[in-house]
């Protein structure tokens, strides 16, 4: 194997599959980034065994050649080393070949890099899997999808299922729940075209990789789904991840219907208060914000004994509907605000104790937000 | 005259009985032994009041004709052994021919039994015939057991609370369905069904009817056979623990037994892979040359001598331990649904990629286990502790295992004030931290420091009336055994105490509603499983002793262990918890957390005073 290829495509290559390269696994070839490279152009692939991620890049992008193949075949190079040293190279192309199975050379200019490496016979076969009719989405649907959820999913393994993303198809309409049992958030969309009913929970780990690596693209992802795996394709990126075992739990009923008060308040002045309040909240000692709605004002406080205190005032846009007090987390509510778009935000209680949500115009997002009570 | 006579058989029984029936499960164990001795394949066991006031056991098994029916209840009455030679070799499970006397001399005991043709009742009460008359014959044995104790007020004056007991023979019957898979017991108690198996001689279903499917899913198997025995273990995987050695069953030769060595070979086997104080879910099934274990060391014959033992514990451990480090490499199958196509992109093994199903928690697992490990009390060689007041008479070595006792007259301890303002200096051997200031020379234990914070803490919260709280969006669920589970269920009301709230939820799981915010989050379901097991191993908790004991237990389990390098964040964060602590100078289990030595006794040992 023997090529030479533009450093800034093929680093970016590299920053995208290297994504699922894992520190601490079992299998040391997994540390490695797979080259794979044909005739056309070259495939780059990094897995940890949960996640895989496959890039393809072709000889010519624009018409402009970026690839120059000298000998085809393939290598297994150490991932990270391989990122760290073309991150600090400055020329335009890299010269990469494989030498007696267990070198890589990399040269550039005058620079001349030899890298131990595994033998590529070594890496896994890996299967990559597609189905007959994928889901589509845009990606920048996608991406807002991933930010309006993964927000409440659980960090934590204790209960792995609540780690993860419930994906549900229900007569063409999909619902994206999470939940960490303290908040909840939910997106609704209508898919206007047939695809059969499923119910899979996706690790939130990997959405959130994945809408890294497709944050700044746009036009159309392919999720395509086994039983336990999910793909997604976007162009010449293959996101692929095993997905979670077990029964989501039923959620459908924990959103509230009926709203004995509704506010609306400019999202962006609600965060702005709400952030300077949680100045004084600290991890493990009261981070509970309390809400006092009045008629004419809404006071924001956090009392907090080994910090401080601190009160302020909003005025909310509208307000209908019976006055109430309630207190929750103030991160709650600061990560729900942050991944909405919408000027305004519709806050909607039921009770003091009954968990709220909080809404906008584009109706498919739903977060919601479970009270402390005091007993 | 002489003074030595032959004792009365009726005092002879009652003294056996002393040793064979200790409480209705003993009762219940013997019974059901006989039965199967008489190759049942079918056993149920009805108590009332847990079997303090009735135990009626009914089996199919070979049954008895009219006289056996009464001598069954002559003491060394069995037809079990015939000759000295038996005794070596012994199969069946009663052969001391002792129970049926014993428990008759006891309590009133109705019979009824037949072998197919005629049937026999006879009535035994405290140890008398009282009846015997002709009955129905369906081939079997019915035998009840009734006012077990009535004439032995000393020992009912020593049986436990009614579910205490039926904890008992709900273990027992557990362990002997185990030992008997191919057997179908039930048992009912005050017409409730506790639990059922199905006979079909399929140990992963016993499993899975008395621990439940989640647990029996995680269940392999390794055989193992080698000139001198043969054995059959199931053991869980490593993500199945659970918080007693009761689920480990050793059965020998079909005998369910006891044996410490075994079981601390099994443990050994697993360790590493287990949190500390947590035990995994076993059945060691071991065929042996009979005449190589001895099980007459006990009227209870639970106990059993075996040969070779060395060998089989070094066996057992090693094949654990292979077979758990295998496990965290086993490759799961992958399951594809038809209607999609595979593409396989490389093609030079046949080494399937995606079977490798290594969870990254394993690794984070073991890790955060070797924390704990390193921290067991006993391995932790501490070092010099010097009083403060007479420096150099009274050093001395402080080891855990017969921790030091602190008496009120201990400076150390007298001081009721916080600490003064400690400057870090650096940690040593990973467990202990050393500090500064105008005063000499402080050394600080980082795990009892560590414990007291947490201790005063929990303290805190636990008494602190009023609480935030939340009611879960998904509810906490948490199994238990059946005789776990009852002593959960005695104890939800204490529970509510600290804002805990329990719901039962079937026959042997809960579910937590109500959690106190105070939780960490994410952290819940350690909290709760630990407060779970502390109420099982103290079986009846208050709230008065609850709140202090259980602050003492919780804030031991999350403290930083010795041997572990703490950052100086986490110094400054533990130096300055501490000065806020009421009592900082001792940990809850009252041993020190602070040595201070003084510039003058630092001088002095240097002799640079005189
Ligand atoms: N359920 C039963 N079915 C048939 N025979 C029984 C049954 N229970 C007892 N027997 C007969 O009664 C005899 C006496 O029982 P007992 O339990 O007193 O002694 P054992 O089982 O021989 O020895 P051990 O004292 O060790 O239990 C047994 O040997 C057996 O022949
Ligand atoms: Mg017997």
Known sequence: MKFKIQNMIFSDAINNVIRALSTKTPMPILKSIKLDLVNE??????????????????????????????????????????????????????????????????????????????????????????????????????????????????????????????????????????????????????????????????PGKSLIEFEKIITNSNGLVDIHLTNNIISFKLDNIIFQSRLLDGTYP?????????????????????????????????????????????????????????????????????????????????????????????????????????????????????????????? | MAQIQIMSSSLANKIAAGEVVERPASVVKELVENSIDAQSTKIDIYLEESGIQSIKIIDNGNGMDDKDAILAFERHATSKLLNEQDLFRIMSLGFRGEALPSIASVSDVHLVTSKGDVGTYVNFRGGKLVKKELSHARRGTEITVNSLFFNTPARLKYLKAVNTELSYTIDFINKIALSHPQIAFKLVNNNRALLQTNGNNNLINVLSSLYGVDIAKKIKVIDYEDPYFKFKLHYSEPEINRTTRNYITLIVNDRMVKNNELTKAILEGYETYLPINRYPVVVLNLTVDPLLVDVNVHPAKLEIRLSNLEHLKTVITDIIHKKLKELLYVPKVIFNTPEVKEEVVENQQEFDFLKLDIKEEKSEYSHSFK????????????????????????????????????????????????????????????????????????????????????????????????????????????????????????????????????????????????????????????????????????????????????????SCKRSIKANHYINEFEVKQLLFDLEQCDNPYTCPHGRPVIIHMSIAEIEHLFKRTL
């Not at chain 1, 609306?264 to 300077?276: G, M, P």
């Not at chain 1, 080994?306 to 991160?331: A, M, T």
């Open chain 1, 41 to 202: 152009g070259i495939y780059l692939t990094a897995s940890d065994s949960n996640i895989t991620i496959k890039q393809f890049v072709p000889t010519f992008i624009n018409d402009k050649q970026i690839l120059y193949i000298e000998e085809i075949g393939n290598a297994a190079i150490p991932g990270r080393l391989l990122q760290d040293v073309l991150r600090k190279v400055n020329e335009e192309f890299v010269e990469i070949a494989l030498y007696e199975d267990k070198f890589i050379k990399i040269n550039f200019k005058n620079s001349d890099y030899t890298l131990n490496c595994l033998d590529v016979r070594e890496y896994p076969n890996i299967n990559l899997i597609s189905s007959n009719s994928p889901i589509k989405i845009e990606v920048n649907k996608l991406v807002e999808l991933i930010r309006q959820t993964v927000i409440s999913i659980s960090t934590n393994e204790s209960r792995p299922i609540l780690t993860g993303v419930n994906l549900k198809i229900v007569n063409n309409t999909m619902y994206c729940i999470s939940t960490d049992s303290y908040r909840l958030s939910q997106k609704v969309l209508n898919l206007d075209y047939e695809l059969p009913n499923i119910n899979i929970v996706i």
């Open chain 1, 250 to 375: 039923e959620t459908s009923r924990l959103i509230p219907k009926d709203f004995g008060l509704i506010q609306e308040f400019n999202r962006l002045e609600l965060i702005e208060v709400i952030d300077r309040v949680s100045l004084l909240s600290k991890e493990g000692a009261s981070n509970i914000i309390k809400f006092d709605i009045y008629e004419d004002k809404t006071i924001i406080s956090l009392d907090s004994p080994e910090i401080g205190k601190v009160v302020e005032e909003i005025v909310p846009k509208k307000q209908e509907g019976s006055l109430i007090r309630i207190g929750f987390n103030s991160k709650f509510l600061l990560d729900a605000l942050r991944v909405l778009n919408q000027e305004n935000i519709l806050v909607k209680f039921t009770g003091e104790v009954r968990p709220f949500i909080i809404k906008t115009d584009d109706d498919s997002v739903t977060q919601l937000i479970l009270p402390v009570r005091i007993e």
């Open chain 2, 371 to 554: 924390n704990e490990l390193n921290a067991k009390p006993n391995d932790v060689n501490r070092p010099l502790y010097y009083q403060e007041n007479s420096f150099k008479k009274e050093v001395y070595t402080n080891n855990e295992a017969d921790p030091i006792p602190i008496n009120e007259t201990d400076p150390i301890v007298e001081i009721k004030q916080k600490i003064p303002k400690l400057y870090y200096i650096g940690q040593l051997a990973g467990t202990y931290l050393l500090a500064q200031n105008n005063d000499g020379l402080y050394l600080i234990d980082q795990h009892a420091a560590q414990e007291r914070v947490n201790y005063e803490y929990y303290l805190k919260k636990f008494s602190q009336r009023t609480n935030e709280v939340y009611d879960l969006l998904i509810p906490l669920t948490f199994e238990f055994s059946l005789n776990e589970a009852i002593n959960i269920e005695e104890n939800i009301n204490n529970l509510l105490h600290i804002n805990l709230n329990v719901e039962k939820f079937g026959l042997n799981s809960f579910i937590v509603t109500q959690v106190p915010n105070w939780f960490k989050k994410g952290n819940e379901k350690m909290i709760i499983e630990d407060i779970f097991s502390y109420v099982l191993a103290n079986k009846k908790v208050d709230n008065s002793i609850l709140f202090n004991d259980l602050a003492i237990t919780l």
